[in-house]
């Protein structure tokens, strides 16, 4: 087998780090108690269909903690699982640019300053930096290794409409250029199995998006978490979701279509198992690996074959 990613057949971020630092990295995943111009009604009131009240930050700090708690909570769990560690804070919930400069600057700084972090990581919407915040963006990648997490979706803007998405195509490109332009690794999320979405545009979002070479991809796969839209439509028989073979398939034949200088942050999906509708297989979150890594391997395949 070619070990080109530590055995994986697949750029792992775990691969990245550990040539780029040296060690183990663990994301510490935070919340600096931010909202969204899709819930707060700037844009809208109901956020995407799919996110959960928590604004998909579930496994994160808890907001109304100091950021220094909130770290402190969760690396001390993570130095039982793994020792020798260093860390990237991750601030994951809401829209993480989506607040006054000043504020972003101090909740920034606050989770560099924390024992052993190397690099920062924060999630946001395309549409929800300003001139200033990409200014601020930009000072603190030069503190830090700094990545920006692109929640896109899909490409399509049909599909951004009926997902609620309130932004376009169009604003994300503009948005990945400019943080690509000052030199900022940016991670693209895309979602597999939205409402009324066929494996041809799905395919279609992921090698459009893998022709953009971000540094990082997130293939994650629809959820189904209680007391959302997607839910109600869902037990209205509106749309259905995986069967666990059948993403194990898209995913093997998206890999091979994704450069393999692209690393892959995520390949599935796992909501809080108490919300969660469906796929209920997805809990399994290790057993589906496997069986992408077993379907990677008995085709004899690698990330990018057929990029």
């Given at each position: ?11 792992t971020l775990d691969y990245f780090f550990k040539n780029k630092f040296g060690c183990k ?45 909130q770290f402190s909570d969760i690396a001390d769990m993570m130095a039982k699982k793994w ?97 690509k332009n000052l030199g900022i690794d940016v991670c693209v999320h895309l979602i597999n ?115």
């Amino acid at each position: 087998m070619n070990n080109l990613y530590l055995g994986k057949r697949y750029h792992t971020l775990d691969y990245f780090f550990k040539n780029k630092f040296g060690c183990k990295i663990a994301k510490i995943p935070l919340s600096g108690d931010f909202s969204c111009p899709n819930r707060d009604g700037t844009k809208s009131v109901g956020g995407c269909i799919y996110c959960s009240g928590a604004l998909s930050g579930d496994f994160a700090g808890k907001p109304c903690d100091s950021i220094d708690k909130q770290f402190s909570d969760i690396a001390d769990m993570m130095a039982k699982k793994w020792k020798n560690t260093k860390y990237m804070a991750y601030f994951q919930t809401g829209t993480g640019t989506y607040a006054p400069v000043g504020k972003l600057e101090y909740l920034y700084n606050a989770a560099i300053s924390q024992p052993d972090v190397v690099a920062l990581s924060v999630a946001t919407r395309p549409d929800c930096i300003s001139a200033d915040c990409f200014r601020l963006l930009e000072k603190i990648s030069k503190k830090t290794y700094l990545t920006v997490e692109l929640g896109l979706q899909s490409v399509h803007d049909k599909t951004g409409e009926i997902i609620n998405r309130q932004s376009t195509y169009a604003e994300f490109l503009d948005s990945f250029n400019t943080l690509k332009n000052l030199g900022i690794d940016v991670c693209v999320h895309l979602i597999n199995g939205l409402p009324f979405e066929s494996v041809d545009m799905m395919n279609e979002s992921v090698r459009r998006v893998s022709e953009l070479l971000p540094w990082s991809l997130k293939l994650h796969l629809l959820h189904v978490i209680r007391g959302t839209v997607c839910a109600d439509m869902y037990e209205k028989g509106e749309f259905r979701t995986f069967e666990k073979d059948e993403y194990v398939n898209l995913i093997c034949d998206q890999l091979e279509m994704i450069d393999k200088r692209i690393v892959m942050q995520r390949l599935t999906g796992d909501g809080k198992r108490e919300d969660l509708v469906s796929p209920l297989w997805s809990i399994r979150k290790f057993e589906v690996l496997n069986a992408i890594d077993a379907e990677m391997t008995r085709r004899g395949a690698m990330q990018g074959d057929k990029a």
